[in-house]
């Protein structure tokens, strides 16, 4: 039975590209067979790396047949896979996100979380020699996908390990990283497609703090002034989508990546407040520009308080 | 401030020795202050093995204090580590048990659970090079991990690595293994100073199926009717454990280390039941004896059935 290999819903880079990378590997050096699957539609910087180096759009699906077996990368959170993914065969875990608790394995499994910025450096190391085996379109995914967790170096969860293996598989793939890094932040700024319901959930991820369950979407972009200039939109949008998803409050972070900053809407006296006692910042209008924030992870979840 | 090391309450050689092994790489290879704990006494092998290479008890703890540091070896189980587990500041994991879901880390941290039979064959393989510089007692103390929890490559939990690694090891230290493993599962089974309590609790887990909730409890030994001749006051502690520890039924396995078997005690229909159930067996008296089974891992716990 072929094992299928997927991120997280509403995938990004490195939840398009290390399911691929992951699925090569397990194919056609483990000798076992696999292929790689989506949660949904990925994102437009992950649309342009499969037409940058030529790879097929792996198949979307909606959930897994109980005992199919699967492999899971770049998430660890129920909450962003299939709702019966506990009755699927999990085979082994690779991520690089905080454990959350929630999946359960029935047996002993291979699973790998390490504090590096993305999946596919870990998958690299995992690889070990076999990694100089890579085709050149996997090569290309695996440098797509670090390149755009660590926003070209520039995300605080960089670590040494990701640099090292960008400057490798550049080397080897003849690419120059700021060249094709500005291409793939352009692809990921080109939201004039979405709706603005689109744009709040493409990236986000919902957390409670203080009795309260925040939606904490974040749209990283070289182009900030696309979606602020539709923010009065957006923080309408901002109702409906918490009635659907039954959050409290949505708070959308419009990151630049080139000034490295974000800017935060602030629709009402509850953002204000998360916004003053999480960032120490001062607000006057309906947006307040955070320096320096680039990361949910490590800079946004960690400070949010209320 | 100092990384406290250990692994699961009821500590048995396993999660008495890695913790010392880790403690020992984390502060002469990382340079990272780390020092060993236990969850409780460790059992009767354990002693034996820290007297046999002249290593310190590690110091005995209750809980952890909010934010400290720890590295959880041999569990990811939250029901088999402190109540407080979660406060603490969670920087490992390093386990050979499945996914149970519980546990929570408050960022991306190392995680490496495999598919071995042993903790330390884990941490072997991730020292890497680093495994050579180990000094004598802390080899001896990762080279009788593996053979506990392997019963000298009985338990069907066994793989290639753990053989190897074990060989690696025992050559190193010129240890002879089967003389070596019989001295210390005769240690093991040494269990005359234990009240039945104590017995029934000392290498225990707590399983839910079909709507009952069983005390699985094993004890791996090469003199079973030591244990055997104790059967009816044992069955009648079943009882007070039972109330004790708010769960339905104990099921005891002595585990024949040497004619590779285990006899179930049987002191009801339910637990007559679940022998049918489970093992195929045809149970006439108050216990049965059942061929082949050595591992609660691999195959008490996936056929448990009700």
Redesign the interface.
């Known amino acids: 039975m072929t094992t299928l290999v997927f991120g997280h819903k509403s995938p990004d880079t490195d939840s398009t590209g290390s399911p691929i990378v992951w699925a090569w590997y397990l194919n056609e050096v483990k000798g076992e067979a696999a292929k790689p699957a989506l949660l949904g539609e990925p994102n437009t910087e992950a649309a342009f790396v499969l037409t940058r180096w030529n790879l097929d759009k792996p198949e979307i699906i909606s959930g897994v047949e109980a005992g199919a077996p699967v492999v899971i990368v770049d998430t660890n959170n129920p909450a962003e896979l299939p709702a019966d993914i506990n009755d699927a065969d999990?085979r082994a875990?690779i991520?690089?996100?905080?454990?959350?608790?929630?999946?359960?394995?029935?047996?002993?499994?291979?699973?790998?979380?390490?504090?590096?910025a993305c999946t596919a450096t870990i998958m690299y190391d995992l690889m070990g020699d076999d990694a100089a085996k890579m085709p050149e379109a996997i090569k290309g995914a695996a440098l797509s996908c670090i390149l755009s967790d660590t926003l070209e170096f520039r995300s605080p969860t960089t670590t040494d390990r990701d640099r090292e293996v960008v400057a490798a598989l550049a080397a080897e793939l003849g690419v120059d990283v700021t060249e094709y890094a500005a291409e793939m932040f352009a692809a990921k700024s080109d939201v004039s497609a979405f709706s603005d319901a689109e744009l709040i959930r493409m990236d986000s991820k919902e957390y409670e703090v203080g009795g309260k369950k925040f939606r904490v979407s974040v749209l990283e972009t070289t182009a900030p002034q696309i979606p602020l200039d539709r923010k009065d939109s957006l923080m309408e949008t901002f109702k409906t989508v918490e009635a659907e998803d039954g959050v409290d409050q949505v708070l959308l972070f419009v990151v630049d990546i080139l000034k490295e900053e974000a800017t935060l809407l602030v629709p009402n006296d509850l953002v204000k407040t998360v916004a003053e006692k999480s960032f120490g910042a001062t607000v006057s209008g309906d947006t307040v520009v955070l320096p320096g924030i680039m990361s949910r992870?490590?800079q946004i979840i960690?400070n949010l308080t209320l």
Chains 1, 2 share one sequence.
């Open positions: 999990i875990i991520d690089h996100h905080k454990l959350v608790g929630g999946l359960e394995t029935k047996g002993p499994i291979d699973i790998t979380i390490r504090p590096l992870k490590k960690p």
